[in-house]
């Protein structure tokens, strides 16, 4: 390899997995219904967002820690295909202004196992290596798998509302 070639992206990203026991319709319209529910890590809550999940439209979200710190996400989707895949990035602002303190872009995609399972991946995608290990070293692995397992319980929960409607209950 040149030494003025790009890195590979293998070694720029950060992956984790879920498989969930429902659609990848349901999987991809809970993830979007209810992403204040489930957003940020164990023992933090959202306590702002503004999501317009087209491309360029806003991600924000501000999360507030156990301790009482803030920590503020913001962003625009690159992609939302239903139910598919949602592609966000820090890279821009609303309006496609560049953003100065660029870290990473984030690859949701919504893999069909039959009918009624779903395997989600997420990547995250970093400029450079020493972002990925940043980002590695703030917790990525950890932080996102129990989003995805408070995200994984929403899932659930959104069938049984949908077995009680069918129900009239």
Do not use: K, Q
């Given at each position: 390899m040149?030494?003025?070639a790009p890195t590979?992206?293998?070694?720029?990203?950060?992956?984790?997995?879920?498989?969930?026991?429902?659609?990848?319709?349901?999987?991809?319209?809970?993830w979007m219904r209810t992403l204040p529910e489930w957003w940020g890590p164990r023992g933090s809550r959202t306590i702002a967002w503004e999501i317009d999940p087209r491309p360029g439209g806003v991600f924000r979200t501000v999360l507030r820690a156990?301790?009482?710190?803030e920590f503020r996400t913001r962003g625009v989707f690159l992609e939302v295909t239903s139910p598919e895949r949602i592609v966000f990035?820090?890279?821009?602002?609303?309006?496609?202004?560049?953003?100065p303190c660029v870290?990473?872009?984030?690859v949701a995609s919504f893999h069909a196992i039959g009918a009624e399972r779903t395997r989600l991946e997420v990547r995250a995608l970093h400029w450079s290596v020493e972002a990925r290990d940043e980002h590695e070293r703030m917790g990525f692995r950890a932080c996102w798998g129990e989003m995805l397992d408070r995200l994984a319980a929403r899932v659930v929960a959104a069938g049984s509302d949908d077995r009680r409607s069918m129900h009239g209950e």
């Open positions: 040149r030494a003025d590979p992206i293998g070694a720029r990203e950060l992956v984790v997995m879920r498989e969930m026991a429902a659609s990848r319709e349901r999987v991809f319209e809970t156990a301790d009482g710190g990035t820090d890279a821009f602002d609303p309006g496609w202004e560049p953003h870290f990473f872009t984030g």
